[in-house]
C-alpha cells in the first residue's frame, strides 16, 4: 500500500438547525475510532462552535488563530475521547460566520500538512445554505444529510440538496434519520425526502440508517460527554456503531472532481 492513502472525508449537513448535526458527527468519530481509524473532527460552524462545549473541552487555539498566522493546523488538534482529534471552531465570532471564500481555500488546503496523520476527516458543518457551507460540503467525497421528523427539516434538508445538485453538481447524498420512534419511521422518513427528490431532481439518495430517539443521548450531553463513551450499550450508541460500519465500506475517492476539495493531491498521486 503506498503511503499516500486517500483520506475519506465526509461533510455532515442537514440544512436546518437543531437536527443533531454535532451529536452525529461526534459519535460517528468515536464510533470510526474504535474501528481503528485516525478520525479528525472538524467543527467547521465557524462562527458559533460547539463541539467543544459538547465534549466540555477548552481549545488553546481556534481555526481563527490558523488563519491569522498565528498557529499551523496542527498546533490546533486537540485529543477528545476515544483518542480522535478535533479542530476547535472560534464562539461568537462576525468575522469567522462570514469568511470569504479565498479563506475557506486557505482553510481547506491548510489539511494538507496533517494528511499522513489521518484516515478519516469528519466535518460538522454550520446550518443554512450559506456559501461557506458549501463550500466545506463540496470539498468532500462524501454528503452525509442528518434528517428528522419534523416537516422543517425535510423541507430544508431538501432545500441543501436542491441547491448543491443544481449549482455544484453534486450527485450521491448519504441520508440518516436521526432521533426516530422506530426503524420503521427512520424509513419512512427517508421515502418522504426521497419521494421528493426523485420528483424533482436528478440525485442519488441513499438511506443510511436511523438514529433511535433515547434519552442517554440527553444525559450525555449535560455531562458534557458523547453517549457512545457515556453509554456504550444504550440503543443510540449501538446505532452509532452499525453507521460507522457503513461507512467504514464505503469506497473511497480516487481521482479528483475538478473543484476545490480537502487532500486533493493524495488523489491526483493515488
Known amino acids: 500500500m503506498s503511503t499516500k492513502h486517500p483520506v475519506q472525508v465526509i461533510a455532515v449537513s442537514g440544512g436546518k438547525g437543531g437536527v443533531g448535526k454535532s451529536n452525529v458527527s461526534i459519535n460517528l468519530a468515536l464510533a470510526l475510532a474504535e474501528q481503528g481509524r485516525r478520525v479528525v473532527l472538524l467543527d467547521a460552524d465557524l462562527g458559533l462552535a460547539n463541539i467543544d462545549i459538547l465534549l466540555g473541552i477548552s481549545a488553546k487555539h481556534t481555526i481563527e488563530d490558523v488563519l491569522a498566522g498565528v498557529c499551523s493546523l496542527r498546533d490546533v488538534l486537540v485529543t477528545g475521547p476515544g483518542g480522535i482529534k478535533i479542530?476547535?471552531?472560534?464562539?461568537?465570532?462576525?468575522r469567522m460566520a462570514n469568511l470569504g471564500l479565498q479563506e475557506h481555500a486557505g482553510l481547506?488546503?491548510?489539511?494538507?500538512?496533517?494528511?499522513?496523520?489521518?484516515?478519516v476527516l469528519i466535518i460538522?458543518?454550520?446550518?443554512g445554505i450559506s456559501e461557506g457551507v458549501m463550500s466545506?460540503?463540496?470539498a468532500a467525497q462524501e454528503v452525509l444529510v442528518v434528517v428528522t421528523d419534523e416537516p422543517t427539516s425535510i423541507t430544508d434538508?431538501?432545500?441543501q440538496i436542491k441547491l448543491l445538485n443544481r449549482d455544484y453538481g453534486l450527485f450521491r447524498f448519504r441520508v440518516v434519520a436521526n432521533m426516530v420512534k422506530t426503524e420503521?419511521?427512520?424509513r419512512l422518513l427517508f421515502s418522504k425526502?426521497?419521494?421528493?427528490?426523485?420528483?424533482?431532481?436528478?440525485?442519488?439518495?441513499?438511506y443510511v440508517g436511523g438514529i433511535p430517539f433515547d434519552e442517554n443521548v440527553k444525559k450525555a450531553v449535560q455531562k458534557q460527554r458523547p453517549v457512545y463513551e457515556a453509554y456504550p450499550r444504550s440503543k443510540a450508541s449501538l446505532a452509532f456503531k452499525a453507521l460507522a460500519q457503513k461507512v467504514d465500506s464505503w469506497p473511497l475517492a480516487s481521482t479528483p472532481r475538478g473543484h476545490l476539495e480537502f487532500f486533493v493531491e493524495r488523489l491526483v498521486q493515488g
Open 87 to 94: 479542530v476547535p471552531a472560534s464562539s461568537g465570532t462576525q
Open 108 to 119: 481547506i488546503a491548510a489539511f494538507s500538512e496533517i494528511s499522513d496523520e489521518l484516515d
Open 124 to 127: 460538522d458543518t454550520a446550518a
Open 136 to 138: 466545506f460540503i463540496r
Open 157 to 159: 434538508a431538501y432545500a
Open 184 to 186: 420503521q419511521d427512520g
Open 193 to 206: 425526502l426521497s419521494k421528493v427528490t426523485d420528483r424533482f431532481l436528478d440525485v442519488a439518495l441513499q
